[in-house]
């Protein structure tokens, strides 16, 4: 049988309290018994066992009171729960009066537990939901070169070889789109063991630029190297390098007829910084904002020339903020985008003195 919690914890807290005024009376009988007259002590017993009966009425009174005001705002929790349970993407919160005491403070706990799962919900529906746009382009274009060469066109040499390699093109581009959606849940799925990894950077920006270098023999690619010697930053070697590359293939993507590109680090005593610019076509202000949502791209015709698939800037400011850094953007219409880096440096521990060493150059 199911038993109230208020009626449980009434009684108990009754309970309680009587016990206490027992204990007490039984002390003041003892006391007056010794000093007092019989009379007296009837009289004494009389309005003891009354009073303890008014106490007793006043204990239950107050204590189902207070039980039923924690009840009331655990029912307010259990009323949003619920109605989450029947709409998952509801926006219910649970709403209380602001007080100083742990039920608020779980409460707003809750509520903030609750805004991140909605976000998450959200950001995964809005995924699937522009994977399926995005993949439904090239689907359409293969079905129309496919059912184009089933009716009539393989049997022109021509149209067949064009339709050959428009599908070869459409293949490429699902199969860069399929890899970046792999990267990026594996952004979100980050072992553990990679947030400890230490990354000497020196060595792997000097690597980088060497790379982009080479591969882009018509671009003037300046490097300011301002790091010092042994730095490191607490990040896994391979992801900061997926970072660059994004950023620097951006930067080479999108330059328009000044081919010059600026590469630029340096550390201080607490930061890496990095800065990646480039002279190209520029992000007008109101795109700014959204350059790193998943699948946005600010000219999406001239992104899909260019092989974008808006999930690189995606993936490198969620790469950067798992391991606490910043990726800003600042960028002017025609006059090229410059991107900020910034990561904690790996602080060194100070050598400790050799004190034998000291100790003999003493004596």
Same mark, same amino acid.
């Given at each position: 049988?199911?038993?109230?919690?208020?009626?449980?914890?009434?009684?108990?807290?009754?309970?309680?309290?009587?016990?206490?005024?027992?204990?007490?009376?039984?002390?003041?009988?003892?006391?007056?018994?010794?000093?007092?007259?019989?009379?007296?002590?009837?009289?004494?017993?009389?309005?003891?066992?009354?009073?303890?009966?008014?106490?007793?009425?006043?204990?239950?009174?107050?204590?189902?009171?207070?039980?039923?005001?924690?009840?009331?705002?655990?029912?307010?929790?259990?009323?949003?729960?619920?109605?989450?349970?029947?709409?998952?993407?509801?926006?219910?919160?649970?709403?209380?009066?602001?007080?100083?005491?742990?039920?608020?403070?779980?409460?707003?706990?809750?509520?903030?537990?609750?805004?991140?799962?909605?976000?998450?919900?959200?950001?995964?529906?809005?995924?699937?939901?522009?994977?399926?746009?995005?993949?439904?382009?090239?689907?359409?274009?293969?079905?129309?070169?496919?059912?184009?060469?089933?009716?009539?066109?393989?049997?022109?040499?021509?149209?067949?070889?064009?339709?050959?390699?428009?599908?070869?093109?459409?293949?490429?581009?699902?199969?860069?789109?399929?890899?970046?959606?792999?990267?990026?849940?594996?952004?979100?799925?980050?072992?553990?063991?990679?947030?400890?990894?230490?990354?000497?950077?020196?060595?792997?920006?000097?690597?980088?630029?060497?790379?982009?270098?080479?591969?882009?023999?018509?671009?003037?690619?300046?490097?300011?190297?301002?790091?010092?010697?042994?730095?490191?930053?607490? %990040? @896994?070697?391979?992801? +900061? #390098?997926?970072?660059? /590359?994004?950023?620097?293939?951006?930067? *080479? =993507?999108?330059?328009?007829?000044?081919?010059?590109?600026?590469?630029?680090?340096?550390?201080?005593?607490?930061?890496?910084?990095?800065?990646?610019?480039?002279?190209?076509?520029?992000?007008?202000?109101?795109?700014?904002?959204?350059?790193?949502?998943?699948?946005?791209?600010?000219?999406?015709?001239?992104?899909?020339?260019?092989?974008?698939?808006?999930?690189?800037?995606?993936?490198?400011?969620?790469?950067?903020? %798992? @391991?606490?850094?910043? +990726? #800003?953007?600042?960028? /002017?219409?025609?006059?090229?985008?410059? *991107? =900020?880096?910034?990561?904690?440096?790996?602080?060194?521990?100070?050598?400790?003195?050799?004190?034998?060493?000291?100790?003999?150059?003493?004596?």
């Amino acid at each position: 049988m199911r038993i109230s919690i208020r009626f449980k914890w009434t009684v108990l807290i009754s309970i309680v309290i009587l016990l206490a005024y027992i204990f007490v009376g039984v002390l003041a009988m003892r006391t007056v018994g010794n000093v007092a007259s019989v009379n007296e002590i009837n009289t004494f017993t009389t309005k003891l066992v009354i009073g303890g009966i008014v106490v007793f009425i006043i204990g239950v009174l107050v204590s189902f009171y207070a039980v039923t005001l924690v009840l009331n705002d655990l029912k307010k929790i259990n009323r949003t729960i619920d109605d989450l349970n029947k709409k998952p993407d509801s926006d219910s919160r649970i709403k209380l009066r602001k007080r100083n005491d742990e039920i608020y403070d779980m409460t707003v706990n809750i509520n903030k537990m609750l805004d991140r799962m909605q976000a998450y919900t959200n950001q995964q529906k809005e995924f699937v939901e522009d994977v399926s746009h995005e993949l439904r382009t090239p689907v359409a274009v293969l079905e129309g070169h496919l059912s184009m060469l089933q009716r009539w066109g393989k049997d022109d040499p021509e149209v067949l070889n064009d339709s050959i390699n428009s599908s070869l093109q459409e293949l490429k581009r699902m199969q860069s789109l399929i890899q970046e959606m792999l990267d990026l849940t594996r952004v979100e799925q980050i072992d553990s063991a990679y947030l400890e990894q230490t990354t000497e950077v020196k060595p792997l920006f000097t690597q980088v630029y060497n790379d982009f270098k080479m591969l882009h023999p018509d671009f003037v690619i300046n490097f300011d190297d301002d790091i010092r010697e042994g730095s490191k930053v607490k %990040i @896994y070697r391979n992801h +900061l #390098e997926q970072v660059l /590359v994004i950023l620097l293939d951006n930067a *080479f =993507k999108y330059s328009a007829d000044r081919k010059e590109i600026n590469l630029a680090a340096s550390t201080n005593s607490a930061l890496l910084e990095v800065v990646v610019q480039d002279y190209g076509l520029g992000i007008a202000k109101n795109d700014l904002k959204r350059i790193f949502n998943r699948f946005y791209r600010v000219d999406k015709a001239r992104s899909r020339k260019r092989g974008g698939n808006g999930l690189g800037l995606s993936i490198a400011k969620r790469l950067i903020e %798992i @391991y606490h850094g910043s +990726l #800003e953007v600042e960028s /002017v219409v025609g006059s090229g985008t410059v *991107f =900020k880096i910034e990561l904690p440096l790996v602080q060194e521990e100070p050598e400790e003195e050799d004190t034998t060493e000291n100790t003999e150059k003493e004596k």
